[in-house]
């Protein structure tokens, strides 16, 4: 084993390099598993549920071809949707009372 090292310290491994890679300044990229393409790193996010939602969100998930996180993702810009329609409506609601104020 050190007859080894003596070896590699023997070798010429090349030039010392004088400036570091660009690769340092670029930002972190990580592959998505769904689509292989590159997207920015995304946050991990925890938290628990109960045992019959895990099993139904994962059912969905497979019957769709899809994560689960993606599923969860969609479910939020439905929910977002959900939201602004309700919000109109009440808006529209409102301004009934305020005519007659």
């Known amino acids: 084993m050190v007859n080894k090292w003596k070896k590699l310290r023997k070798q010429n491994l090349g ?13 972190e990229l990580a592959p998505s598993r769904s689509t292989n393409k590159i997207n920015p790193r995304t946050k991990p996010l925890n938290f628990k549920v109960s045992e019959e939602f895990y099993w139904q969100l994962k059912d969905l998930a497979l019957k769709e071809k899809s994560l689960m996180v993606e599923l969860v993702e ?19 609601e409102l301004e009934k009372y305020r005519k007659i104020i």
Not at 74 to 92: F, G, N, P, T, V
Request: net charge negative.
């Open 15 to 27: 030039q010392i390099p004088q400036e570091a890679s660009a690769n340092l300044q670029a930002p």
């Open 74 to 92: 969609k479910s939020l810009e439905c929910y977002k949707q959900h939201c602004s329609e309700s919000s109109q409506a009440s808006d529209k």
